[in-house]
């Protein structure tokens, strides 16, 4: 069976972020990314910084992990990485899940289609804003959101850290009306290690991006979070 590259897999924890958030789930990190986002939490998987620490795994394989680290107290695995739709055997790895009873979510930017993500329980599709120096291909991710829409697994995440963020995000929450849609706060320093300040900052954040959905017409039906595994571990890897 085809294996996938595999950098992390950890749990059990809670989804930090957005449509399942506080979730128990495990969590498996694919290496490499298309993108390269300037404040990208997860460098690691695409900069070269881990490469030595890349495995290459069945799904079996990546299961009896899961099994030894979690035990019986899982029933739900996140998918994440750099990006896991560059990966056709994420069919394999969800097929296996399926078998053992465990519901699945997976984190994408929506820069590639893959159609196993028809069997994914929880999808983020998370495009990105300015700050991030990328530029979101509409075409690609209006393909994606019309075959998921009928399945109804699928939510919308942007990060925001400026004023034009949140106006992209706009953008993209009038663009896609139908599916869920979530603010999330950018962490504008992923290394350091004084988590009181962190906290203190991303809370400022979070108090702001609060304040700027509160008056605008066009994002009343949106969920306004803060990464919480960050405001309870800070910039802690593995957790
Ligand atoms: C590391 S990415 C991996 C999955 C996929 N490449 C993506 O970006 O959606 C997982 C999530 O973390 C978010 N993220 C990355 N860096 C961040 C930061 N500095 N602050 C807040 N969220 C961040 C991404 O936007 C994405 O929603
Ligand atoms: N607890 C926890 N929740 C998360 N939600 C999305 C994550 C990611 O890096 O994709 C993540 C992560 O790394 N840890
Ligand atoms: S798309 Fe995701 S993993 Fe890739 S660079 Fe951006 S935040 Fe990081
Ligand atoms: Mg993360």
Not at 16 to 41: N, P
Not at 100 to 105: D, E, H, L, M, R
Not at 128 to 141: D, R
């Amino acid at each position: 069976m085809s294996k996938l590259p595999v950098l992390e897999i950890f749990g059990p924890t809670i989804q930090g972020e957005g449509m399942v958030i506080g979730r128990k789930t495990m969590f498996v990190r694919t290496a490499g990314c298309d993108y390269r986002c300037s404040w990208c939490d997860s460098a690691f998987t695409w900069d070269g910084s881990a490469k030595q620490d890349i495995r290459q795994l069945t799904p079996e394989a990546i299961w009896e992990e899961l099994v030894a680290l979690g035990g019986d107290c899982f029933d739900h695995v996140t998918i994440s990485g750099g990006n896991p739709a560059l990966l056709a055997a994420v069919a394999d790895l969800v097929q296996l899940f399926k078998t053992k009873g465990i519901k699945t979510a997976l984190e994408t930017q929506g820069s590639r289609w893959q159609p196993w993500m028809t069997a994914i329980d929880d999808l983020t599709l998370s495009p990105k804003p300015p700050s991030s120096g990328m530029k979101t291909h509409f075409s690609v991710l209006d393909s994606i959101i019309e075959q998921l829409l009928p399945i109804g697994n699928a939510s919308l995440k942007v990060v925001i850290f400026d004023e034009a963020d949140f106006d992209y995000a706009v953008a993209v929450h009038e663009r896609y009306k139908g599916i869920p849609f979530f603010l999330q706060v950018g962490n504008a320093d992923t290394t350091t290690t004084n988590q009181e300040a962190l906290t203190k900052q991303l809370m400022t954040r979070y108090e702001w991006l609060i304040d700027k959905a509160m008056v605008d017409p066009k994002m009343n039906d949106v969920r306004i979070l803060p990464q919480i595994h960050t405001l309870v571990w800070g910039n802690k890897r593995g957790v």
